[in-house]
């Protein structure tokens, strides 16, 4: 049996273990079970691959992404490994040669989707093969908590019990301390079990601030910031439209990438992407994954991404060879207000709690006035610096003001006008403006109008961004704004408001519209 060093070396070509990979390898070949939690490029596949090939037996590898499987096993064929998938796109010949390879025990790694992973037929043919090791990659998926739970993992378990004290390992990038806790559980894994890899990206410098014609600041970025860029954009609309309006007048070139395009122009704008060192590529999240291209200097999100977790794993496509980049954050109160309404009416009962909960966390990364890098460290349960000099709150930090009182009486005005209003109508009472607007509902008689000076008149529309992402206020479809659950501890003075004052502009915006604001 070779030594796991002596397989780095001898398959590999690598000289030594990078940070925990030493650690985990070490439990697998200990017959222990295990949960990796590594960030993307930490080099998550070596932790399972060394073992396949130290130990006696076929490693099971269960993975949902059957694109990045075929990838996986390209890339373990390139060395020399002995892999095969069994996957429903692999086709009738294929499946029965690897079938025959599998039970003749000469593939030392076997991919397989979980539904297939799952199934009773599929647990009598691992029943009597040797398996050296099961991996369950993406292993977020089995919790509710995570952000992209699939059902398929939660039938993984009488699988893995039925193969006694073959060791698991389960690996994933991303998950916060309570979705941990659930793989442990849902996975029988044991709690000492957990290793976690450090997730600092020291050389990505984290930006982000409230959203403004984002097609000029997008523009402005692109004219100073050097070297090739993903944006990421909600739809394919949207990816469209913002990449025809960045190519224009630029000197670079910008292209779409969504799951609507044609495979065919999809895989070529792809492949101009990796090739380029200056292309920007505007894009839905479908664009990244399993993209090896380690010189994309920024990441920029047009608007919120679903959460830290999926923020964490998008900006980190940027420097991943280590030299300086960037990662930008555009973002709006309708980001939020979306958001919300999308957890209240399309999650379901028992997964609507994580979800808010996300979205909260997300909320409190966007409006902070801290060091951002503390806080998305601090979320997956790091105990980092309060500063780290190299995010926009720690080189300039931001002017921050108490606006609890103003938020009180915004609140307040809203709930006077029956929670109907938008804001420029509130604001309108609270100034004590007679507007037409104001006379025929006979707002001027509330006992909140005019009750706001000058200075609070001047943060509503900061104040009513942040009371929207923090779920204070919510807005109807005609931007009438009423209370969300966040709106009682303010009035009841339980919770201070603080708010980030936007920078000053420095530039002068460029005309046009902005069609994606
Ligand atoms: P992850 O799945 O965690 O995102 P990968 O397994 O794809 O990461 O590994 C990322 C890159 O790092 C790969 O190119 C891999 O070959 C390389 N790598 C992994 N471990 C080592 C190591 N110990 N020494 C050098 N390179 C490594
Ligand atoms: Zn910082």
Redesign the pocket.
Known sequence: MRQPAQI?HDV?G?????GV?EDVIGRVMAGKHSLAV??????????YQVPALAREGTALVISPLIALMHDQIR?AESFGIHAASLTSADGDEARQETLRRFKAGELDLLYVAPERASSGHFRELVGRAKLSLVAVDEAHCVSEWGHDFRPDYRLLRPLLDSLGDVPRLA?T?TADRQTRADILVQLGIPEDGLIVAGFDRPNIRYHVRPRDGVSSQLKALLAEQEGAGIVYVSSRDKAEKLAEQLAQGGRRRVLPYHAGLDPQVRARNQAAFVASEDMVMVATIAFGMGI?KPDVRFVAHAGIPKSIEAYYQETGRAGRDGDPAEAWMFWGAEDFLRARRRIETEVPDERRGGERHRLNSLAALVEAAECRRAILLHHFGEDPPARCGNCDNCLTPPTTVDATEAARKLLSAAFRTEMRFGIQHLTDVLAGRETEKVLNFGHNSLSVFGIADEDELALMKPLARALMARDALRADDFGGLSFGPGARPVLKGEEEVRIVLPPKKTRKRRGGGDAVD
């Open positions: 780095l590999f690598f000289g030594a273990f990078r990979q590594m960030p993307t490029g930490a080099g998550k596949s070596l932790c890339s690996l990038a090896d």
